[in-house]
């Protein structure tokens, strides 16, 4: 679990706090600083030179300066931008270009069918993360959902043969009804 070491008071570690909120991460803020004062001792001036407010250590990993700490924050918890890239996106694209943008007598049956088994492993992984939290990163929607709910909305369209996915069944619901999901997805063609 990540630690904050910071009185709730300072705008700086405010910063923190909010983006740890908007994550639903699990955490424990530790008061200092302050009245609090302790932010001028050795074990504290060890993690954080400066003597100020706030500190994040995460996993024995120490980090000060509001900024990068909810830069870091922001960085980790968006990885699954990045599962889109490497992990869902190849896997799909074989399905896509081979359904959607191949006719039928040119279509390469056993990478259709490759990439349809590696998009239903990626997205029982999806399903499992999305059993734990209501958005990919948490109670709400996160830059990160965008990649990966149009991966799911290919798939669902795709693979009609998939397994049951409950949690992604319940995301995709909600994401569904996103006026912009609508206007910009939806509504578009699926050419
Ligand atoms: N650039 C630093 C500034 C940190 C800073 O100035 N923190 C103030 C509180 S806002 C502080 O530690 N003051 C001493 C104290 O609270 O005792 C950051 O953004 O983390």
């Known amino acids: 679990m990540i630690k904050i070491w910071g009185r ?13 909120g ?6 424990e ?19 954080n030179p400066n003597g100020l407010v706030p500190t994040l250590q995460d ?5 000060w300066e509001s900024n990068s700490i909810v830069r870091y924050l922001a960085a980790k918890h968006s990885s ?18 081979g359904l959607v943008r191949t006719p039928p007598e040119k279509r390469d049956h056993a990478a259709i069918e490759s990439g349809k088994i590696k998009t239903i492993a990626a997205m029982k992984v999806l399903d499992a993360q999305l059993a734990a939290t209501a958005f ?10 965008i990649p990966v709910a149009l991966m799911a909305y290919r798939f669902r369209r795709l693979v009609p043969e998939r397994p049951q996915l409950d949690h992604l069944e319940r995301w ?20």
């Open 172 to 191: 995709f619901t909600t994401i569904e009804q996103r006026p912009a999901f609508k206007q910009h997805v939806l509504a578009i063609p699926f050419v």
């Open 136 to 145: 990919i990163a948490g109670d709400a929607l996160s830059m990160g959902d």
């Open 29 to 47: 803020r530790i008061d200092v600083g302050g009245s609090f004062g302790k932010n001028n001792e050795p074990a504290y001036l060890a993690m």
């Open 22 to 27: 908007e994550l639903d991460l699990a955490h």
């Open 59 to 63: 996993d024995g990993f120490v980090l």
């Open 8 to 20: 709730n008071t300072s705008v700086n570690v405010q910063k923190v706090m909010w983006a740890v």
């Open 80 to 97: 699954w931008m990045d599962w889109q890239l490497t992990v869902a996106g190849p896997a799909l694209t074989p399905v896509f270009w």
